[in-house]
């Protein structure tokens, strides 16, 4: 069974950083592409990065180029989002998902529960 | 850069049929496979539609998806409503250059 389980969440300055994990199981992790989505509490889906299997191509929302980092461990089965700089726009509930194969442009297959991230002071 | 336009809401009565639309701003909606999500309250979303028109395992009939090339957009329909199909549904379809646009969804009351 594919399991993502997202964590890292939690109240933080703006202006400050905070590092989103997720820890895959039940796939081979190293197979797949995987994405961050958000949502902000209320409002709809927000893609915010996506990674490739072997780290080869990675994309960002233009909402968060520059401040945002993704990146993957394939030997812990783990992936990771890096958000530096961060802004009240960036509150939102952030989902790790499963591309369906190696590349980013394959949809998402299985999705995680969330980890919210409030930005306030 | 192009966006997916989706209704903001839609209601229909148990047992009938709706259809979502997803109206793509710019380039051919046929350029790029269309996803549908599925998000219930207080739930992660699920896949209910991918490539245009196939469903994953486990997903009823009732849920199909289609393009449509002269209006530029893609449609969800779901026959034979339940009272368990109230949801958000946000439609999906990549952005070459390594991105993915989403619609602003749409809630599906069942009443």
């Known amino acids: 069974e594919v399991q993502l389980v997202e964590s890292g969440g939690g109240l933080v300055q703006p202006g400050r950083s905070l590092r989103l994990s997720c820890a895959a199981s039940?796939?081979?992790?190293?197979?797949?592409?995987m994405h961050w989505v958000r949502q902000a509490p209320g409002k709809g889906l927000e893609w915010v990065s996506g990674?490739?299997?072997?780290?080869?191509?990675?994309g960002y929302a233009d909402s968060v180029k520059g401040r945002f980092t993704i990146s993957r461990d394939n030997a812990k089965n783990s992936l990771y989002l890096q958000m530096n700089s961060l802004r009240a726009e960036d509150t939102a509930f952030y989902y790790c998902?499963?591309?369906?194969?190696?590349?980013?442009?394959?949809?998402?297959?299985?999705w995680g529960q969330g980890t919210l991230v409030t930005v306030s002071s | 850069n192009f966006m997916l336009t989706q209704p903001h809401s839609v209601s229909e009565s148990p047992g009938k049929t709706v259809i979502i639309s997803c109206t793509r701003s710019?380039?051919?909606?046929?350029?790029?496979?269309v996803q549908w999500y599925q998000q219930r309250p207080g739930s992660a979303p699920t896949t209910l539609i991918y490539e245009d028109n196939q469903r994953p395992s486990g997903v009823p009939d009732r849920f199909s998806g289609s393009i449509d090339s002269s209006s530029n957009s893609a449609s969800l329909t779901i026959s034979g409503l339940r009272t368990e199909d109230e949801a958000d549904y946000y439609c999906?379809?990549?952005?070459?250059?390594?991105?993915?646009?989403f619609g602003g969804g749409t809630t599906l009351t069942v009443l």
């Open positions: 990674i490739s299997w072997n780290s080869g191509s990675i």
């Open positions: 039940g796939f081979n992790f190293d197979d797949y592409a």
């Open positions: 998902a499963k591309g369906k194969y190696q590349l980013l442009h394959y949809y998402f297959d299985y």
């Open positions: 710019s380039g051919s909606i046929a350029s790029d496979y």
């Open positions: 999906q379809s990549y952005e070459r250059s390594n991105s993915w646009v």
